[in-house]
């Protein structure tokens, strides 16, 4: 079955850049997109890009366009997502998804990684 | 953009209540809409997508209506399992999510 494994939680200071990871199993990597969607601590869900596996294009919202980017590696079925010159506000829980069906909702999910920013 | 908009942001209802929650759009997304349930710590769960379509494995107590830029999600019978928050999600043009609804226990 389709399954995304997301990496370990991360602490980094104010400025710093963070690079996180969403292995996929259960499919062949190229067939289908990844997406990237944040959640803040008590907040709500925000769609930040996706990467087409295949080809390796992306597309960013607005409002993550300058300091975030999804790049993959085909040959170990990983995309990452890298989030650079962090701030407080970028505290949050990360999640990668997948959707299966080549619309845009989403049914599977990665587990979440959490990334604390803090001096 | 388009901008989600779900109400209420809190409902409190008991199990065995059937409970109706909103969900609209700044502008009209055909049937291009899913709706999410999400639990403290875990990863949204997809409910229904295209407005109205139940996701495999998803109980029947869920059905979601609607079209245009208003939508709703019913649970028919509220079980002790879905006290959760929801969310709806847009997907015609990207994605944008609403800002939730916490289904508490009443």
């Known amino acids: 079955q389709v399954q995304l494994v997301q990496s370990g939680a991360e602490v980094k200071k104010p400025g710093a850049a963070v690079k996180l990871s969403c292995k996929a199993s259960?499919?062949?990597?190229?067939?289908?997109?990844i997406h990237w969607v944040r959640q803040a601590p008590g907040q709500g869900l925000e769609w930040m890009g996706w990467?087409?596996?295949?080809?390796?294009?992306?597309t960013y919202s607005q409002n993550f366009q300058f300091r975030f980017s999804i790049t993959r590696d085909i040959s170990a079925s990983t995309a990452y997502m890298e989030l650079t010159s962090l701030r407080s506000e970028d505290t949050a829980v990360y999640f990668c998804?997948?959707?299966?069906?080549?619309?845009?909702?989403?049914?599977?999910w990665g587990r979440g990684t959490l990334v604390t920013v803090s001096s | 953009d388009i901008q989600m908009t779900q109400s209420p942001s809190t409902l409190s209802a008991s199990v065995g209540d059937r409970v109706t929650l909103t969900c609209r759009a700044s502008q009209s997304l055909n049937d291009w809409l899913a709706w999410y349930q999400q639990k403290p710590g875990k990863a949204p769960k997809l409910l229904i997508y295209?407005?109205?379509s139940l996701e495999s494995g998803v109980p029947s107590r869920f059905s979601g209506s609607g079209s245009g830029t208003e939508f709703t999600l019913t649970i028919s019978s509220l079980q002790p399992d879905d006290f959760a928050t929801y969310y709806c999600?847009?997907?015609?043009?990207?994605?944008?999510f609403g800002q939730g609804t916490k289904l508490q226990i009443k």
């Open positions: 295209k407005a109205s």
């Open positions: 999600q847009q997907y015609s043009f990207y994605a944008t």
């Open positions: 259960g499919y062949t990597f190229t067939s289908l997109p």
């Open positions: 998804a997948t959707e299966t069906n080549g619309q845009w909702y989403f049914d599977v």
């Open positions: 990467i087409n596996a295949g080809n390796g294009v992306t």
